[in-house]
């Protein structure tokens, strides 16, 4: 991608957790908003209800998109989402939502979900842009804010020869700038918020231009989650999940939050 | 049966950068401590700010991503908040304590310091029974008690320790444990506890309390076949000492562990000939944050 015509946008969405709802919001809203290329960086499955919906969206609005370790476990079938929890409580409410999702992906989603890659280079006006999941070295590797040194970034800057490392897995955006007008950013997440008190979820998008350099937005979308915690009901998703969706707040998957991020939740 | 030959692990990265902050002083003398530290022990000895301000500047450019304090009784280093403060500056700090030795003007400074900080403080705290009767066999007389008020100190001061608990009971009552930890933490006013359960290791003080490793009890080569060696300490962490930088936080007495007086030429291979590697290999991730495994690694059959 080369900027022709001065600037290039690109949208990046994170973990998208079955909430097709949130990524049909998010979709319009970046069209709205005039960017170049939808992206993905993976976890499609997860959470919420009805896995089929997310892919006619991604399909008919030419997502690219990068596998992340759910779409590896539905992919292949595997026995569980491989999210890196170590704890009972958040892997019992993982496995309920992995034998949800994978019971309700279809073959051909499947097959798809398989064919992903694992990262996606881009070039974007001079910029190494690096698409991953969790990180450039670990698809599940769970990079939080408050527990990710600026020198651990700039050493996977240089590493994997990268301007810009995009990533999603942990659920709460955040960015760093690192030497050389180089930038880390966290995306969050689409499918569910991120345990800050609000309903909407974020994703971002990332302007390149041969003078600036790189700038990043991180957009708020809203849509329509009474819907989604009405359809997690009819599905009998946990009503744990459908609380998170309705207050903003985690219940589950909370062991893995550092002391900072702990803290600013809730539970 | 001997492990003729052990496997050897060649650090990665060096994600987890560690400090024997306290050398192998404590106030207490736990019964099952793998260095048997103690109020007399001064095998190793404490780490000065300057040595630990000269490390973290050593560590910038090694990448590290997070940097842990144990000891002995980190606290008894009377530079431990200045030191923590400092490295808030660079990265992620976690310390691990036995909660005893606090005083509020410290939990004052280390509650700023987080604050003005881009990263978080985690303090571990080890307490072994939910009771003084399943926990002062083990930890002393009294630590209970002593150390519940540690845990609330730290609650009042807006931190969510992780109570980090040895495994000193048999499987099937695990959850029974788990359940009257978490019940007696919120009795205390802690609402939200968060708890680390770890393996003993049949080292130091715990091959007198329970037994040694058996030579059985090794690491061998076709072991690591299809294992993921990032659940190895020494895949990715090292050591500061006041005599260099060893291998991993667990092995510090022993000579072939000292590996170099610098991180960048601490990054040679290591092999795992020994009984706690076996531990090690069979829990993942005993020395970090989140909880390890509570299901054990099947050992494949040796050949």
Known sequence: MTATSGKIRIACFGGIYNNYLALQAAIHDAQCRGVDALYCLGD?????????????????????????????????????????????????????????????????????????PGSIRLEVAGKRVLLCHGSPRKTNEFLWESTTSTHFLERLADEYAADVIVVTHTGIKWRRKLSCGRHFVNVGCLGRPENDGQTNVWYAILEFDSSHGCQIEFVPVVYDYRRLAQEMRQQKLPLEFVAAVETGWWTTCLEVLPGKERRAGQY | MTNASPPTITLSNLDHLWFQVAGTTCNLTCQHCFISCSPKNKSFGFLSLEEVERRLNESIKMGVKEYFFTGGEPFLNPQLTAILQLTLQYGPATVLTNGTVLKEEWLEVLRAAEDAS??????????????????????????????????????????????????TWPDEEEQEIVNRFVEMLKETGYFRPRLKILPTLQIGAEEERTRGYFESERVTREMLNDFDQTQLICEHSRIVTDRGVHVCPILIELPQALLASSLADSNGGFALSEGACFTCYQYGAICSNPSSSSAIREAKPRA
Request: hydrophobic fraction near 35%.
């Open chain 1, 44 to 116: 499609m499955g997860a959470f919420g209800p009805h896995p089929n919906r997310v892919f006619p969206l991604l399909s008919e609005h030419a997502v690219q998109c990068v596998q992340g370790n759910y779409d590896d476990s539905i992919g292949n079938s595997l026995d569980d989402c491989q999210c890196g929890y170590t704890d009972p409580r958040d892997n019992h409410f993982a496995q309920i939502s992995y034998d949800y999702t994978l019971a309700n992906t279809s073959q051909v989603n499947r097959e798809f979900l398989r064919s992903l």
């Open chain 2, 118 to 167: 881009l990263y978080t403080l985690e303090i571990r705290i080890s307490i072994d029974g939910f009771s003084p009767e399943t926990n002062d066999p083990i930890r002393g007389e009294g630590t209970f008690a002593r150390a519940m008020k540690g845990v609330k100190t730290f609650v009042d001061f807006g931190f969510l320790p992780i109570i980090t608990i040895a495994r």
